[in-house]
């Protein structure tokens, strides 16, 4: 009876390690995307909304805040800045989207530039109109 109780012990352990295998090997992560473009047609859109509201917030800070005597340029990226939830918006969205870390990091910094240079322009149309 012993070499039976053997064998039964070796094919638990072979179940066992198959079991696991399955249960981690569906666990991985799935590929990552490396850019925005890559993202599917719903979750683009997810993160253009993100960008819009970044944009729309870094608009209305930097209009709350020019007195028209600081430099636009600093301005408008100070209010950028003060936007961070809507930043992270745009990363939490292409990261739920399926993006790395890295890529949703550099296309949020790059709409950081895109959300000043918007903030500028509305700084500059604000002090233009009351001249």
């Not at 600081?70 to 918006?89: D, I, M, P």
């Not at 990261?95 to 903030?119: L, P």
Request: hydrophobic share 40%; with cysteine.
């Amino acid at each position: 009876m012993r070499p039976i109780r053997r064998f039964q012990g070796f094919y638990l352990r072979i179940l066992c390690l198959l079991v696991m295998t399955l249960v981690l090997g569906c666990a991985r992560d799935q590929v990552r995307m490396e850019s925005y473009e890559a993202l599917p047609t719903s979750s683009q859109k997810r993160v253009q909304t993100a960008v819009q509201q970044y944009i729309q917030c870094s608009i209305q800070k930097v209009l709350e805040l020019d007195d028209g005597q600081r430099h636009v340029g600093r301005l408008a990226w100070t209010a950028s800045e003060s936007c961070v939830l809507n930043k992270n918006k745009i990363i939490h969205a292409m990261v739920q989207g399926g993006t790395t870390n890295e890529a949703a990091f550099s296309y949020a910094s790059d709409m950081q530039v895109k959300a000043t240079a918007a903030a500028i322009t509305a700084a500059q149309n604000k002090r233009s109109n009351n001249r």
